[in-house]
Each structure stands twice: as structure tokens, then as C-alpha cells.
């Protein structure tokens, strides 16, 4: 090996979304040789394509196709709804539809620049069309509709139809505020006329508007790139994409469950930065004077005598300037929602622990069969990435809440993955080890050579009982493999929809930072790169790529008819198999057909599951009918007809099941007398108890039994 690509690699700090170290031989020459010019953007676009043409699993052609693709791409990701650019801007952007390689290649940036500029005017002239619309009365009286789904739409064809646009778009949100005001009334008992509730909701949306065009004209330079950088990404495939700094730190948060700051969730709110939630156990909790609601005026820093005013400023800057290293301390001068006042509070910085993130555990018992029955959510595969001592995992808390289940002396285990999204694939393999002896988890291949089979690293078995997996079409990337290892080990039955989300491609994260030499520090920060090097293979060959897992036990899944999965998206990859792996089912395999035949009997008798599936269909025609009247009378007749559809789900729905659901007292004690964090504890336990799901699971768990 040449002694500059040992020593790159030796440098090289490899952070992983996907599940192994791939060793990358990048020449000194290729990773520095894009950086002779001093624009940040030049850098950018160079560093992402060279990454994206050599490592990506499948790389396009950089053609006038791809260029088309990515127009399409880009104009989608400029104005989603259609409420900015006319008929004759897109005309003006099409003269660079075939010439994006070309500008690509040329490191120029005619269409982005072009575009920007049009954006920022179209949005400058539709600030003014709201206020103007919202100054006057609505007439709800006539009988016109407005399209709500944009791809129905066309491109508005000049200034006075996109102003028409507007004018509907700003009456439909009106006319859902003054129906709201009505019910509400009759409800409270409230006495106002008509003519002040269609006041009072102009001037919410007054401030909804200016609220929504603050954050479109706060967005700096760097965000609007980003969107023409990942239209260019997104022809990939859907999951390679840039992420800013800021979006790569948000995305570390996401994955460790832990920030360092005063613990408390901000937005902008008429220019002021609004606290809207306060973690349990933060910082500011403990604290005890900063409160939801109150408004950020003003932030100082424990060594600067000014503090900053941040009145108007951008949300992420914001909060760039109240976060800080644990142990210092910030002061912010905040006005109280409660009386008006304006005070001055000192807050010093700590870890901020997100519990939401992380695993938790309760125990179900069946009162007809005394059953108790262990239950895990698992919001994501998460994992701190740099091991830091106070990091977590999603395999060793999960492996610690089962054994606390086992001393429980639970019959079973039910996996909640319902709304897991992915995450670490290490930990999945991992996880997977945690249920059975030894053998491969998932196999994984890259653009060339074989897959290559990771093993459980641990031949000990955690938990021998009774298995139940959750899933629904939102269980995506590695809750997919270990679902699917499950299956075909045979160690599980997976119940839910259909089938999962389908996404069976591996990310690699590049900290584009980490590929520039110290002459070019002036363009840092650059974000990162996540760039799609593999794709997914279950041990029995097949991929988890666009079909997902299909359950073993289908129940209704809301979610499948909302469009949710890898199928929907844009330049997807196909779905491929390879040969199976070595494995060796469980010693005592899942009586599927027995457990199909069972649940289908109970839950055909179901009134709930009846009534669920009426719901779906239900939903199904709602998402259809895309076209929403603007007469009061008619909304209020539509929205009376959906209210008595759904009027006896809810009433069922909203009934607690026959499961008795506890916390466990091991839980109850970590907490130390930490009312909050118990009060959260126990509306979740409440909440568990209305799951139908779940209810089914553990009837599933007693047949296996």
C-alpha cells in the first residue's frame, strides 16, 4: 500500500449508519485535488459527485436523462405545492433541463442561480397577496372549490391565477378557523357573532402567514443550496442525500438521544423565539423559572457583558447560541407568558437526556388467562456514535429490558417496531443475537464481488421464550432486517400491515470535513454525506428493497393506505436476490399457519378491528377527494359527515382493552421520586392499555405458549 493512502486511512474517521467499516482507497490527489477553488459551493457539488459516481451502489449516468431527472427533482423540491412559480418561470428554467451534467462537470451553477432568483421574487410578491386578501371579509357564500392536491395541478399560468391561487388557499384556511370557532362555541357555551369569529380567524392566519414567511425569507444560502445539491442526490436513489451542518448535527442528536444545551424545544413565534417544551430532568427543568410559552428575547453568554438580541433571527441560529458545553452558563432575558413581565434567567448547561429516544418496557397480563406478558418499544436503532460514557444503544438497553422482563416472569415478549425508521444496523445484528444461538443476521452486498453474512457476535441466547414483532409500513432499514431474520429463522411472528416500508439500502456517512487538507479550513464546515454503497439481502436471499416483510398475522395498518413506503418514492432501486446464507431455524419454530388461523378468528369476530377497517376505507376516500369546497355550508356538511363516519371507531377505539398494563417497579424506583418523569411514565403505561395491537399480540403470545 502507497504510504499516502495508509496514511489517509489511518486518518480516516469512519461513522457508520449501515452496519460495517468498508475500506475505501481514495488517492491523496482525488480527495484534494477539488479543492482548488475557494467557493464552498464549487467544493461541495465537486466533493458529493466524486463521492456519488465512484461508491455509489448504482450510479447513474450523467447524462441529459439524469439531467431532466433532476429538474423534475429540483422544481419539486423549490416549490412542493405550486404556490410560488408560474407557467413562464419554469419556461425560463427549462432552458437548463438537458444542461445540468454540463453545468454539473463545468462546476457552474446557471439553473440553481436562476432559479433562486426567481423563487425569492415570487415569494417577496405572494407576501403581499395574503395580507391583502386577510384585510378584508371572506364571503363563504359562493359556491367555489379549491384543488388540495398540487400534483393535480398545473404550473399557475400567469401572476393573476397564482394571485387566484393564494386567494383560496388563504379563504380555505379562514373558513377551517371560523368552523372551528363555531363548534367550539356551541360547545363552550361562548357567545360571539359571525362577523367577529371571521375576524378573530384573519387575524390568526394574519400571524400564521407571517409566521410561515419569516422562516422562508430567514433561509440563508446554505439551505437553499443544499435543496439544489439533493435534487441532484436524489436521482441516485431516495436515501443518498447532503445534509448541512446543521442538518448533520440535528441527525447526531437524532441517533444518541443526547445534546448538550439547557433542555428545552424552541420555534418562532412573531419574530420571538417561543419555548414550547421542557425536557423532564433538563437543565431547565431543574431550573425551574424558564416556562412553555415564554417568549427569548435576548442571550448572553457567561463570558460576553452584551447579550445578543434575537428578536428576528433564525431559528437554528438560535439555537446555536443557547446550546453550549455542559458545565457553562447562559443567560437569557425572557418575557413571561404568565404576567407580561421580563426577566433575566441564568441556566447552566448540561447533558440533555431525550427518553423519548430510547427503549422502555411495561408488563401486559391477560386477565382471562393470567398471562403476563413482557412489551418493548423500541423508537429506533439508535447508538452514540463516538462512545461516549454516557452513550446508549439500542441492542444493550434492549438486552437490559429483557432481562428485567425475565425476573418478571414474563410468558412472552412482544417487540414494538411500529414506528421504528432504521438506524444503526450493527446494533439490529446485534439485537437479533439477543433471541437466538448463532448464525448470520442479514447478508450485505456491495456493487461488486458477494455478499458478505453478519453473524449474531454473541453465541449466548437472551431470551429462549415467546416472540412477537410489531411492524406497520413505517418500520423501515434495520427494524426491516431483524424483522426479517426473525421470520426466517423462524423465531418470531411478525404482526401488522401488509408489509414494511421497504427501504433495503445501506448509508454511509461521510463527514465531508474530514476529506480537505488544513489549507482549505476556510470552507468549513461542509456537512456530510449520505451516500447508499449497499444494499440489504435477508439470510434467506432476498432483499428487503421495495417489498419490505410481509407479516405473518396482517391486521389493518392506517398507514398502508397513506402511500408510506420505498414504492412511492422517486428512482428507487429494484428489488434483487442472492443466494441464502447458512442458517439453521430456531429448535422450536413458530406454528404460523396454527397463529394465522387463530387471530384471523379473533379478530373477524372483533368489533374494533371491524370498525378499523371501515375507518381505512374510510381514509382512503377522504385522501381521493382531493377537491375542498369554499361555502361554508357545504364544509360544514362534508366535515358533519366525516365527524358521524368516524363518531362510533372512536367511541370503540377510545375504550380500554381487557389487558391489565403496569409498569414495573424496578422503572417506577430508577425514577427517584422524579414526579415528572414518572407522571410521563405513567400516561404512557395509560395509553398502552387502548392498543388494540397490542391486545391481539398477547392473545398471539398465549397460542405459541
Known amino acids: ?43 461541495i457539488m465537486q466533493m458529493v459527485m466524486q463521492f456519488a459516481e465512484r461508491y455509489h451502489f448504482s450510479p447513474p449516468k450523467i447524462d441529459d436523462q439524469f439531467s431532466q431527472k433532476v429538474f423534475d427533482a429540483y422544481l419539486k423540491q423549490l416549490d412542493p405545492f405550486k404556490w410560488f412559480l408560474t407557467k413562464e418561470d419554469v419556461k425560463q428554467m427549462e ?3 438537458l444542461q445540468i451534467d454540463d453545468q454539473i462537470r463545468n462546476n457552474t451553477f446557471e439553473l440553481y442561480s436562476l432559479a433562486t432568483s426567481l423563487l425569492d421574487k415570487r415569494v417577496a410578491e405572494t407576501q403581499n397577496y395574503y395580507k391583502e386578501f386577510l384585510a378584508q371579509p371572506f364571503d363563504f357564500t359562493s359556491n367555489e372549490t379549491m384543488e388540495a392536491d398540487p400534483e393535480k395541478l398545473d404550473w399557475a399560468a400567469n401572476e393573476p391565477e397564482l394571485k387566484e391561487r393564494w386567494r383560496k388557499e388563504v379563504k380555505y384556511r379562514v373558513l377551517v378557523q371560523v368552523s372551528n370557532m363555531m363548534k367550539a362555541q356551541k360547545k363552550d357555551s361562548v357567545s360571539k357573532t359571525f362577523e367577529v369569529m371571521e375576524k378573530e380567524a384573519r387575524q390568526q392566519e394574519m400571524k400564521t402567514f407571517a409566521d410561515r414567511f419569516t422562516y422562508y425569507n430567514q433561509q440563508n444560502p446554505e439551505d437553499k443550496f443544499s435543496g439544489y445539491v439533493n435534487a441532484v442526490m436524489a436521482v441516485f436513489d431516495p436515501h443518498t442525500r447532503y445534509n448541512t451542518p446543521t442538518a448533520k448535527d440535528k441527525f ?14 424552541l420555534q418562532t413565534s412573531d419574530g420571538y423565539v417561543k419555548v414550547v417544551h421542557i425536557v423532564p430532568g433538563s437543565p431547565s427543568w431543574h431550573q425551574g423559572e424558564l416556562k412553555v410559552n415564554d417568549l427569548i428575547m435576548k442571550v448572553k453568554q457567561e463570558n460576553e ?38 426577566h433575566d434567567i441564568t441556566i447552566t448547561r448540561d447533558l440533555v437526556i431525550i427518553e423519548e429516544t430510547y427503549a422502555k418496557s411495561a408488563v401486559l397480563t391477560d386477565p382471562a388467562t393470567k398471562a403476563k406478558v413482557g412489551y418493548i418499544y423500541l423508537p429506533a436503532f439508535y447508538v452514540d456514535f463516538k462512545r461516549t460514557p454516557t452513550g446508549r444503544a439500542a441492542s444493550e438497553d434492549v438486552a437490559k429490558e429483557i432481562e428485567k422482563l425475565k425476573n418478571e416472569k414474563v410468558q412472552g415478549i412482544i417487540l414494538d417496531l411500529r414506528y421504528n425508521g432504521g438506524g444503526s444496523l450493527p446494533d439490529a445484528i446485534r439485537m437479533g443475537g439477543l433471541f437466538i444461538e448463532s ?20 453465541p449466548a441466547v437472551q431470551y429462549e421464550g415467546p416472540l412477537v414483532v410489531l411492524t406497520s409500513s413505517v418500520s423501515a432499514s434495520a427494524s426491516e432486517i431483524f424483522a426479517a431474520a426473525m421470520q426466517d429463522y423462524k423465531r418470531a411472528v411478525i404482526i401488522g400491515g401488509p408489509s414494511t ?5 445501506v448509508q454511509e ?39 419490505g416483510v410481509s407479516s405473518d398475522i396482517v391486521l389493518p395498518d392506517v398507514y398502508s393506505e397513506w402511500k408510506v413506503g420505498e414504492r412511492f418514492e422517486d428512482n428507487c432501486m429494484p428489488w434483487t436476490t442472492v443466494d441464502a446464507a447458512k442458517y439453521t431455524v430456531w429448535k422450536n419454530p413458530v406454528p404460523v399457519a396454527m397463529l394465522q388461523k387463530n387471530s384471523k378468528e379473533r379478530t373477524s369476530k372483533s368489533e374494533v378491528f371491524k370498525l378499523l377497517s371501515e375507518q381505512i376505507g374510510i381514509m382512503k376516500k377522504q385522501r381521493d377527494k382531493t377537491q375542498l369546497s369554499l361555502n361554508l355550508k357545504t364544509f360544514q356538511q362534508d366535515e358533519e359527515k366525516r365527524r358521524l363516519e368516524g363518531k362510533r371507531f372512536e ?37 398502552l392499555n387502548k392498543d388494540i395491537y397490542l391486545e391481539e399480540a398477547v392473545k398471539v403470545i398465549g397460542d405459541i405458549k
Do not use: H
Not at 416500508?501 to 439500502?505: E, I, N, P, S, V
Open 509 to 547: 456517512i461521510f463527514d465531508l470535513d474530514d476529506y480537505l487538507s488544513m489549507n482549505f479550513s476556510k470552507v468549513k464546515p461542509l456537512g456530510s454525506l449520505f451516500l447508499t454503497i449497499q444494499k440489504f439481502y435477508r439470510v434467506n436471499g432476498g432483499s428487503t428493497q421495495l417489498k
Open 439 to 458: 448464525g448470520p443476521i442479514v447478508q450485505v452486498k456491495a456493487n461488486i464481488g458477494l455478499p458478505r453474512a453478519y453473524d449474531d457476535p454473541d
Open 1 to 43: 500500500m502507497k504510504s499516502t493512502e495508509k496514511s489517509f486511512l489511518q486518518k480516516l474517521k469512519v461513522r457508520f449508519y449501515i452496519p460495517v467499516a468498508i475500506i475505501i482507497l481514495i488517492s491523496t490527489t482525488l480527495l484534494y485535488s477539488f479543492c482548488k477553488r475557494s467557493e464552498k459551493n464549487d467544493v
Open 95 to 97: 432552458v437548463y433541463k
Open 651 to 687: 367511541e370503540v377505539s377510545q375504550q380500554p382493552t381487557q389487558l391489565n398494563v403496569a409498569a414495573m417497579a424496578v422503572d417506577i424506583a430508577a425514577e427517584e421520586g422524579d414526579t415528572a418523569k414518572i407522571a410521563l411514565l405513567d400516561k404512557w403505561v395509560k395509553g
Open 305 to 342: 457583558a452584551v447579550p445578543v438580541d434575537i428578536f428576528g433571527m433564525r431559528i437554528d441560529d438560535a439555537v446555536k447560541l443557547i446550546r453550549g458545553k455542559k458545565g457553562t452558563k447562559v443567560t437569557l432575558t425572557v418575557k413571561k407568558n404568565s404576567d407580561g413581565t421580563i
Open 252 to 265: 447526531d442528536i437524532e441517533m444518541t438521544g443526547q445534546l448538550e444545551g439547557i433542555g428545552a424545544t
Open 501 to 505: 416500508f421497504g427501504k433495503g439500502t
